[in-house]
């Protein structure tokens, strides 16, 4: 059974910083992609950043490049996700989620969700 388990969300400052993982299990191999995407009140559901486990390859959303770090650890099946100088617009809940189609790259379907983590960033 494949599972997703998103961690970390909760106040944090104007300025301050988070940091997200997200826990996979159930996939056959690491050919998956994990993303973050987050949800605030009344907007719709955007990407944050995706990592591609097999290969590294990373990408940040215009609202969290330069900011924002996406890791992978194989071994502990986590994805982490580290954002920097947090402004009161980036409240949101934040989900992970993973897709192991073969065409993710240029086609992602996100088959698979986590539970959400609110974080919420106070001005």
């Known amino acids: 059974e494949v599972q997703l388990q998103a961690f970390g969300g909760g106040l944090v400052q104007d300025g301050g910083s988070l940091r997200l993982s997200c826990v996979f299990s159930?996939?056959?191999?690491?050919?998956?992609?994990i993303g973050w995407f987050r949800q605030a009140p009344g907007k719709e559901r955007e990407t944050v950043s995706v990592?591609?486990?097999?290969?590294?390859?990373?990408y940040y959303a215009d609202a969290a490049r330069g900011r924002s770090t996406i890791s992978s650890d194989n071994v502990k099946n986590t994805v982490t996700l580290e954002m920097n100088s947090l402004k009161p617009e980036d409240t949101a809940v934040y989900y992970c989620?993973?897709?192991?189609?073969?065409?993710?790259?240029?086609?992602?379907?996100?088959?698979?969700w986590g539970q959400g983590t609110q974080v919420t960033v106070s001005s």
């Open positions: 159930g996939f056959s191999s690491g050919d998956l992609a």
């Open positions: 990592i591609d486990i097999g290969d590294g390859r990373a």
């Open positions: 989620a993973a897709d192991d189609g073969p065409n993710r790259a240029v086609d992602p379907r996100w088959a698979y």
